[in-house]
């Protein structure tokens, strides 16, 4: 998948633990964005980073999540006090910064499951 | 949150056989992207359209933005057992953000 790598694949938490999800863009990509995806549902867009700076995090519930893009390492998508309805599988993207509308090149995500 | 309309929501075909799918929203959008998801992996692009009325190709896909820049249609002609998995059509409204609003998926099934 165009060398976007996330991980872990696969998370398992209890309720009201904490999820660290990583990601780590297209070498050369300063543009991140986190999706949410439901089964049997298309992708839901969360929030929208550059290098150190969040962009739109409209589609970011306000309470329990957040996201980091640091100047060095990955993108951390981060979910504290975990709830059932937090399981989902979650996408990573990420384009280049020459212009708007540059195609988004996703990774094989990580499927979160909350017990 | 806003969804693009899609459809057919699944198709069952025979190899061989061409395939049309479409997505229709209520919003304009700048540009339009059909990317295709396997089981437990995440979406790869194979289309992107940049300008209303632009017709591409890529291999066997086809894809058109339409007109009113509200609407867009892949089709895939000759399907072949590999061509199974979830279609989405996604817009994109520039500006920004640059975030992507995504079809309800095409789930296509394909008899050799």
């Known amino acids: 998948n165009a060398g976007v790598m996330q991980n872990p694949r696969h998370l398992v938490r209890r309720r009201g633990q904490e999820a660290r999800l990583r990601c780590s863009p297209v070498?050369?990509?300063?543009?991140v964005y986190w999706y949410r995806q439901l089964p049997e549902e298309g992708l839901k867009f969360m929030v929208y980073?550059?290098?150190?700076?969040?962009?739109?995090e409209s589609g970011m519930p306000k309470e329990r999540f957040s996201a980091e893009f640091p100047k060095e390492g990955p993108s951390i998508l981060r979910i504290q006090q975990v709830v059932r309805g937090d399981s989902a599988a979650y996408f990573c993207a990420s384009s280049t910064n020459q212009g708007s509308n540059q195609p988004q090149h996703f990774g094989d995500g990580t499927r979160l499951s909350i017990l | 949150g806003q969804q693009l309309n899609q459809s057919p929501q699944s198709m069952f075909i025979q190899e061989g056989e061409d395939v049309s799918m479409n997505c229709t929203s209520s919003s304009i959008f700048n540009t339009w992207l059909w990317y295709k998801q396997d089981p437990g992996e995440g979406p790869v692009l194979l289309i992107a359209?940049?300008?209303?009325?632009e017709l591409t190709s890529n291999g066997r896909l086809t894809a058109q933005f339409g007109i009113t820049r509200k609407d867009s249609f892949l089709n895939i002609s000759a399907s072949i057992p590999s061509d199974v998995g979830i279609y989405f059509c996604?817009?994109?409204?520039?500006?920004?953000?640059?975030?992507?609003?995504f079809g309800t998926g095409t789930l296509l099934a394909v008899q050799p």
């Open positions: 996604a817009g994109q409204g520039g500006g920004a953000t640059n975030k992507l609003i």
């Open positions: 359209l940049y300008k209303a009325g």
């Open positions: 980073l550059q290098k150190e700076n969040i962009i739109d």
């Open positions: 070498k050369g990509h300063s543009h």
